[in-house]
């Protein structure tokens, strides 16, 4: 079970950190983590994910530079650092595992365990 965290309001150039918990099995050891998110109207979209050897794919170019995906010394715990956000990241945010983390596991097919989702909003 993933559990998501950190969500809420905030302004256009501002920051959130999200974290997500895996409870139940662990995670660390075989498991890559990804964040994907939702917009209202649109399809979930990958954004990015870390392997179990901490190697880290974009899936989103946009937030490349502002989002920092990084396992937490809390076990089974991967946090989602967000900066200088921006009004179009505006979404549900969805923690996911699975085992790989590439460029080929971009679509939310690939990814077998789910968070519950948190909801991140930016706006002036």
């Known amino acids: 079970q993933l559990v998501e965290s950190g969500g809420g309001l905030a302004q256009p150039g501002g920051s959130l950190r999200l974290s997500c918990l895996g409870t139940?099995?662990?995670?660390?050891?075989?498991?890559?983590r990804a964040w994907f998110r939702q917009a209202p109207g649109k399809e979930r979209e990958g954004v990015v994910c870390?392997?179990?050897?901490?190697?880290?794919?974009y899936f989103t170019d946009s937030v490349e530079g502002r989002f920092t995906i990084s396992r937490d010394s809390a076990p089974n715990t991967v946090n989602l650092q967000m900066n200088n956000l921006e009004v179009d990241d505006t979404g549900v945010y969805y923690c996911?595992?699975?085992?790989?983390?590439?460029?080929?596991?971009?679509?939310?097919?690939?990814?077998?365990?789910w968070g519950q989702g948190t909801q991140v909003t930016v706006s002036a």
């Open positions: 996911a595992a699975s085992l790989g983390c590439d460029k080929s596991t971009v679509k939310s097919k690939n990814w077998w365990h």
């Open positions: 139940g099995f662990t995670l660390r050891d075989f498991y890559s």
């Open positions: 870390i392997d179990s050897s901490d190697r880290v794919t």
